[in-house]
């Protein structure tokens, strides 16, 4: 990670008014998002919008030559092309043409992607952006930090300052009267600008129309005002019918801004008179710039789904954080960093997709249902195979990839750790190493792992001769085996016996996060092995990271590396796994397992992994089990948001990872519950270690071990 990026999250996270502005935004947001989808069936919305944006990027071709004949026979001038420096050419040779000094733009990031107001500039033009948000950012000298709303980083004292130097001084911090101030100094603009550039939401082959939409009403002015109109139009835009507008016009405003509709819609099919008579000039250029490229990469295609609404980056917990100037180039966020990747170049998102965490949640709300994260791991394989792996990392792996290397070291690891360990905790690290104790505590390794204690575990005859192989993963091997213990203890009340595969290792998620997908494949292989070698019903495992790796993962990690041959292995493996609360939700449910009557256990607060909960779907059955337990359940603000930990990223961006896991720590206080309660080892590891810093006596458990003892 290079040292100038670093600062730049540094930086970010230490601007009191960008953090303060998106964090207030992003829980608003989530509000009246919901609010704004009440009475809709957003599935059934977003199906629609994929399934139809999905049909366009594989017609590509076919639908810019119809958009292209629908539009000429109305009277408009259509150039497609790939190449940016094109663009920037024909808008040039066009301002020239017709004696063009000054330009009025709205809102286009097709045009921020080509640098064209630069371009226009060196040439003696005046460009003038007439977005309220990107106007401010123009005159700050800034680039937009967000695809919808471009200054939401700037306080109301800070565009004063700005209108101040660069427009008119005497302006004060009051939002009505700078925003009648800017509407004054955008007018004289409208009436001056000879040329207008826009960019469209929606481009409808069938018909050769335009489908512009904003709030402010500015790209009326810049459609009609000026005797010319210059629209930029990324391919992607292209839809074949005219219907195809509906479910994106539902969803855009209430996905951008979470508004019912969006002030202004404008449709434009052809040019219309100028106000003097005279014919107005309509230039559509097509786009391409690497989007058919995109189109034709079968993992990559889905990000043509993209409307542009920008609703990932307000629920991502890394982006309200450190906002869009971190991600460097003109997209930002999550999908911004996917098309940085595929417009600007692969090597470009090599710092910026670090920063996901692979939460999830930016697909759990995208319009487009675009896997993000996921596409975010394939660009880390694509750049791992394209800079080979750092030789650190290739040094953990091949000790991991080494199950008896890995666990003898591990073994020694708990007899070193003797003079740092307190209470189960690790709380301050030496030298370098400083850095991991800082905003939280770490677990001490185990004296004795899970896979040696289980051997001493004695359990009873089952009846049924039942049996099922726990998968345990690393953290509760090696540092939670009381875990693995309550697991093993509740599915013998079930009548189920119990067995431990000796040769599981690492699930590999590390490997897979870091892009090391052969690594991954080794892993899986191994674990294949060692799981499917007992006749057993079912494999549970009690992390939900290493659940999503044994019953998704492993197949998807064979798929990329088109290891086909060890498929169907996998497969029978994906069939098998199940998490640990609803394996014992079904069997409660089947009165195999009864909890004790009567109970009345207090309140207890439950904070959702992200990978149980997004990537599994379950959040409910643990809630369940512990109210049918006997608790009662104080649901914290924000209880499915992400902890931090997410895996090795507290470990690599702790300057990240400390303040979200803040968030999360004050959220379980105030829901005033002496237990926080979650199904992950590693959220365990994170939470407990930041209660723990900051001496609270709220104490935090995994539900295995909630629940072992209130079952009968
Ligand atoms: S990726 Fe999805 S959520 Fe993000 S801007 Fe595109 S459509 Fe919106």
Not at 577 to 584: K, N, T, Y
Not at 659 to 667: A, C, G, M, V
Request: proline fraction near 4%; charged fraction near 25%; glycine fraction near 6%.
């Amino acid at each position: 990670m290079e040292t100038k990026f670093r600062e730049s999250i540094n930086k970010a996270l230490h601007n009191p008014n960008l953090t303060g502005a998106l964090g207030r935004f992003s829980e608003a947001y989530r509000i009246s998002r919901q609010k704004a989808y009440e009475g809709y069936d957003f599935e059934a919305l977003r199906t629609q919008i994929a399934e139809r944006k999905s049909y366009a990027a594989s017609h590509l071709d076919e639908l810019a030559d119809l958009f292209t004949k629908n539009a000429e026979a109305c009277g408009t001038k259509v150039f497609r092309t790939n190449d940016p420096a094109k663009v920037r050419e024909y808008i040039l040779n066009l301002a020239r043409e017709n004696g063009v000094k000054s330009v009025v733009k709205s809102k286009s990031m097709a045009s921020e992607e080509i640098h064209l107001n630069k371009h226009l500039e060196a040439a003696g033009i005046e460009v003038g952006e007439t977005d309220l948000g990107e106007w401010i950012v123009q005159l700050a000298g800034q680039t937009p930090s967000h695809m919808v709303m471009p200054a939401i980083h700037m306080s109301k004292e800070e565009v004063t300052t700005v209108f101040n130097e660069q427009v008119e001084a005497g302006q004060k911090p009051d939002i009505p009267k700078l925003v009648k101030f800017a509407r004054g100094k955008l007018r004289a603009k409208f009436l001056k600008a000879e040329m207008g550039i826009t960019g469209a939401n929606i481009a409808v082959a069938e018909t050769g129309t335009l489908v512009i939409v904003t709030n402010e009403g500015n790209a009326r002015l810049v459609t009609t005002l000026p005797q010319i109109h210059v629209a930029i139009v990324g391919i992607e835009k292209l839809m074949e019918k005219f219907d195809d507008v509906v479910p994106v016009l539902t969803a855009l405003p209430k996905s951008a801004t979470a508004q019912l509709m969006t002030s202004y819609v404008s449709m434009i099919s052809g040019p219309v008179p100028n106000t003097d008579g005279t014919p107005k000039q309509l230039h559509i250029i097509l786009m391409d710039n690497r989007r058919t490229e995109m189109s034709q990469d079968p993992k990559f295609k889905q990000a043509m789904q993209c409307i542009r609404c920008a609703s990932c980056l307000n629920v991502c917990p890394v982006f309200r954080l450190v906002g869009g100037h971190v991600f460097g180039k003109i997209y930002t966020g999550g999908i911004g960093t996917i098309l940085t990747a595929w417009f600007d170049a692969l090597k470009s998102s090599d710092d910026i997709q670090s920063l996901c965490i692979q939460c999830g949640n930016c697909t759990e709300v995208c319009p487009g249902k675009i896997d993000i994260p996921g596409l975010i791991l394939e660009l880390r394989r694509r750049l791992a195979v394209e800079n080979g792996q750092p030789l650190a990392q290739k040094a953990i792996f091949s000790v991991v990839n080494n199950r008896r290397l890995f666990h003898s070291m591990l073994r020694a690891g708990s007899l070193m750790q003797k003079p740092l360990q307190k209470d189960g905790f690790i709380r301050h690290l030496p030298f370098f190493l400083s850095e991991m104790t800082e905003f939280r505590s770490l677990p001490a390794i185990a004296e004795a792992p899970f896979r040696d204690t289980f051997k001493k575990i004695q359990q009873p005859a089952c009846k049924n001769k039942e049996k099922i192989a726990f998968y345990a993963g690393c953290l509760i091997d090696f540092a939670y085996p009381e875990m693995g213990e309550s697991l093993v203890k509740i599915l013998n009340k079930a009548g189920i016996e119990v067995v431990f595969p000796e040769g599981q290792t690492c699930c590999g998620a590390p490997a897979r996060y870091s892009g090391a997908y052969e690594v991954a494949a080794q892993n899986a292989n191994d674990n294949i092995k060692a799981l499917l070698a007992d006749d057993v019903t079912y494999v549970v495992s009690a992390c939900p990271t290493c659940t999503v790796a044994l019953k998704q993962e492993f197949i998807s990690t064979f798929e990329s590396l088109g290891q086909t041959g060890s498929l169907p292995r996998a497969r029978e493996l994906a069939d098998k796994v199940i998490d640990f609360s609803s394996l014992v939700k079904k069997l409660v449910d089947e009165g195999r397992l009864k909890f004790k009557e009567g109970q009345q256990l207090g309140k207890i607060t439950y904070h959702d992994s992200c990978h149980l909960k997004r990537t599994l779907h379950v959040s409910q059955q643990p809630r369940e089990l512990l109210k049918q337990a006997g608790y009662e359940i104080a649901e914290m603000y924000e209880a499915d948001m992400c902890c931090g930990m997410g895996g090795s990223y507290s470990l690599k961006l702790p300057e990240i990872s400390a303040p979200i896991l803040e968030r999360k720590l004050t959220n379980i206080k105030n829901s005033r519950a002496p237990l926080a309660v979650m199904d992950c080892p590693g959220c365990v590891m994170q939470i407990r270690g930041g209660l723990d810093k900051q001496n609270s006596t709220i104490k935090v458990e995994h539900t295995v071990q909630r629940l072992a003892d209130e079952l009968e």
